[in-house]
């Protein structure tokens, strides 16, 4: 299966989803909706029990994705692992098949269904990545060699909307010199904003870095108000919450607006990536509206046959 920065390398416009292992054994929904936005999506995040709240481990439905011939991108955090429990996980997702990985700290255990679980934490967001880098380079953290090695693509992710972008922009740049080489951000709504972010990606021209920038659906007023209230980085505009609060129909009007966004960004990014928090049903009718309508599997296969 391609890696994301083989699409981006073969001139694809990156469409990426989300998808939440279930909490239990039954990935019947997971794998239906799975199935029904293979048209429209080239990979899924597979979430590592998002938001804290304990779910199934990406990794065996990444294996259950690629048995359908859909791509995962794995999610891997350091919340509940140490390096000797990080590395092994990843070396069995690479011996199942998966290709892509974000890494990223998480949550912590507080904001979920296990509060008084003790978190781990044991590699901060840099770390992780240069470990991962370590694995495909053939040995592990503690620089022991390892008997057959990986070829993972390397994720993180990037808040294009922090007040402090001097910051994330050098956090960005540690992350990049440490391996990674795609970033899924947080959501966008405000395109100028981004636009700033954007011209500040220079100095990684020639490095092969794609920006995969996030998209939310905004499903209510409440919902906007929320994000505004309690996400960093994150602003909608009050045009949008006021275009929500006067829509007949929601579900149109949040796939218009995404849609809307995404074409505002196509030329700032190398894709998008669709969360849609349990609403993957507006996908198709986003996608078809912003113009991403041909995710051919003959484009996919071309954009693997082309990897080295």
């Known amino acids: 299966m391609p890696r994301i920065t083989d699409l981006v390398r073969s001139g694809r416009f990156v469409v990426t989803s989300e998808l939440t292992p279930p909490k239990g054994l039954d990935l019947t929904p997971m794998l239906e909706s799975a199935r029904s936005l293979a048209g429209h999506v080239d990979a899924f995040n597979l979430t590592d029990s998002h938001n804290a709240r304990m779910s199934m481990a990406p990794i065996g439905a990444a294996r259950r994705l690629l048995d359908e011939g859909i791509e995962p991108i794995l999610q891997m955090t350091a919340r509940d692992r140490n390096r000797i429990a990080i590395q092994a996980d990843l070396l069995a997702a690479a ?123 905004i499903k209510s007023v409440r919902m906007a108000r929320y994000l505004n209230e309690n996400v960093p980085g994150i602003e909608v505009p009050e045009t949008l919450i006021e275009e929500v609060a006067e829509s007949s129909d929601i579900h149109a009007t949040s796939a218009a607006i995404a849609a809307r966004t995404i074409a505002g960004l196509a030329s700032l990014c190398q894709g998008v990536h669709l969360m849609t928090l349990g609403r993957e049903a507006l996908v198709p009718a986003i996608v078809r509206q912003a113009g991403l309508s041909d995710r051919s599997p003959e484009l996919l296969g071309a954009a693997a046959g082309g990897a080295g």
């Open 95 to 217: 011996a199942l098949g998966v290709s892509n990985v974000v890494l990223m700290t998480g949550d912590a255990p507080s904001h979920g269904d296990h509060p008084d679980a003790r978190a781990v934490f044991d590699l901060g967001s840099v770390e992780i990545i240069e470990t991962v880098r370590g694995l495909n380079q053939g040995h592990d953290h503690a620089g022991n060699a390892l008997r057959g090695t990986p070829d993972l693509c390397i994720g993180a992710v990037v808040n294009p909307g922090n007040p402090d972008l001097d910051g994330e922009m050098a956090r960005m740049a540690a992350k990049v010199e440490a391996g990674a080489r795609f970033f899924q951000t947080q959501a966008v709504y405000d395109i100028p904003a981004f636009e700033r972010f954007a011209r500040r990606l220079d100095r990684f021209e020639g490095l092969g870095v794609a920006v995969i920038a996030g998209v939310i659906p």
